[in-house]
């Protein structure tokens, strides 16, 4: 056999297509000097105030020095490059994160909303804003971070407005204390009867919310059930309404909320948080019963 012949057990090695390979380090070296004259250019005015436009450059590098074939001669000086905007970084965000609030505090202040808590989780009455600054995002909650109410960028004049919209959305409903009951103790009777329960048995909360939502649509909706004509009402709805109820006795029984134990809690169906007051403190239920008086 030749020398230069292969064996039937030898593979060649495959060829490296030349041309390919050198387009594809242009394109990732033309990458890395905009990615770096962009974190250049972000770091010379106001730097804290371009926090996420840094760190989207800087995983682009990081991702671009992961690609390439010429690790080895490029990283060193890349990292000479944005060493100091990494070391930077922690300061940055830190006065980011006071700019933010204190513009947050005076755009809620405007709105008659009072502000509290630490970064990331920031109270408004029964509220949380969640801030993530390096994701340019804003989640604002319902009570503890348990129902998502709605998300925004970090922009505190829109959040103000968004939060305004969703408080009035939620409060300003039209509320009576024995329309609310009577519909509840229904529900409450109607799902204990589907579930072969008696009255005064618990009944999951989950349970209560479908059956009460949808014993309280309008004729439209029960005529023709279709997505238009449905009323919303869910979980924000529910909880709030049992907090602003202050009648609890129907028919000689009286309303009673079962404090969710920790196996209810692992499934977000199998409890509902409620408001104990407008600073934010609440209780979890998990069934709901009505016991004979």
């Not at 804003?129 to 998300?151: A, C, F, H, M, S």
Request: glycine share 2%; aromatic share 10%; net charge neutral.
């Amino acid at each position: 056999m030749y020398a230069n012949e292969l064996s039937e057990t030898e593979t060649p090695e495959p060829v490296v297509d030349v041309l390919r390979t050198m387009s594809e380090e242009e394109r990732y070296l033309r990458n890395m000097r905009k990615a770096i004259r962009t974190i250049e250019r972000l770091t010379e005015n106001e730097p804290s105030n371009n926090i996420y436009k840094m760190k989207q450059e800087l995983m682009k590098i990081e991702k671009i020095l992961k690609q390439t074939r010429l690790t080895d001669l490029i990283e060193e000086d890349v990292e000479q490059r944005i060493r100091p905007v990494k070391s930077e970084m922690p300061e940055w965000e830190e006065q980011a994160n006071r700019s933010f609030g204190q513009r947050l505090e005076d755009a809620l202040k405007q709105v008659d909303f009072e502000l509290s808590g630490n970064y990331p989780l920031l109270k408004v009455l029964f509220y949380t804003l969640e801030v993530k600054l390096y994701n340019n995002n804003v989640t604002i909650w319902y009570g503890p971070q348990q129902e998502r109410l709605d998300t925004c960028k970090p922009i505190p004049e829109v959040v103000a407005k968004k939060l305004q919209a969703s408080h009035k959305k939620i409060t300003m409903r039209n509320f009576d204390d024995e329309i609310f009951l009577l519909h509840l103790y229904e529900a409450y009777k109607a799902t204990a009867h589907r579930s072969k329960k008696t009255i005064g048995d618990s009944i999951p909360v989950s349970d209560i919310i479908l059956e009460y939502a949808l014993l309280t649509q309008n004729k439209n909706f029960k005529i023709n059930p279709v997505k238009s004509s449905y009323r919303e009402y869910g979980r924000v709805f529910f909880s709030y309404d049992l907090y602003q109820l202050k009648q609890r006795t129907i028919e000689d029984h009286v309303l009673s909320l079962v404090t969710a134990t920790r196996a209810y809690t692992r499934r977000r169906s199998g409890f509902l948080w409620i408001p104990s007051n407008e600073r934010g403190d609440g209780t979890y239920i998990s069934h709901i019963k009505f016991r004979e008086v």
